[in-house]
């Protein structure tokens, strides 16, 4: 039985990632191109021979990896276009996607952040495309994290998207930091939650919600 690390609640209302007013000056190929001379030269303090073939390469492929995967969701440029449509059929109840893979980054120690978030809505005249949820929750997982924020973040988005008070979020992942360096714990998860609306004052609705999604 997996014991679960922490189990927060989310009570701060500043849920912006952290970034510079000049974090966009730089064109995406000029971030590679210096990100690369960086690695570079880390991984020469670290005593590696650069000139070996199996290493060469790898601050340009490091370079490219944090601009255009891991961290691509620090663009603004990369935001997923969510089109929503008017609920027509009337729909009154909780929607729910879950157990969506998480993968994001902690941004103590820029190791892996691996999980499963469920997200729940109920529609206030509007609904949007569920390939969407998955993509607004890889989208903010795709930058240095701190999983409370992660889960403030995708609330706050769809909150904004459909015009609804009503959205939940809950996040269940496995932070590296604690599994394969410190305290090594590998079978802790940590767990946050970001209920709002009925989802939050609604005992009933709280109670579905978490029997949908496996958590008693």
Known sequence: MME???????????HETPLRNDAFYMSD????????????????????????DSLK?????????FIKEIFSGLNPNTTPK?????????????????????YSTCEHHF?????????????????????????IVNYYAKRPQVQERLTMQIVKSLQ????????????DAKHLCVNSRGIRDIES????TELIGSFKNNPEIR???FHYIGIP
């Not at 952040?113 to 609904?127: D, E, L, P, R, W």
């Open 29 to 52: 190929e000029e971030k590679i191109d210096k990100i690369e001379k960086h690695f570079f030269h880390i991984m020469k303090i670290l005593g590696l021979d650069m000139n070996d």
């Open 82 to 102: 969510s089109s929503t449509f008017e609920n027509k059929y009337k729909y009154n109840q909780m929607l729910i996607e879950k157990n969506i893979t998480v």
């Open 111 to 135: 190791l892996p952040i691996v999980g499963k978030a469920h997200v729940g809505y109920i529609s206030n005249g509007k609904v949007v495309g569920l390939s969407k949820i998955n993509r």
């Open 4 to 14: 679960k690390q922490n189990n927060k609640k989310i009570d701060s209302v500043n």
């Open 207 to 209: 109670r579905e919600f």
């Open 57 to 65: 390469s790898t601050p340009r492929r490091v370079a490219k990896m």
């Open 160 to 171: 904004e998207i459909l015009e609804t008070k009503d959205v939940a979020c809950v996040i």
């Open 189 to 192: 998860s940590t767990i946050t």
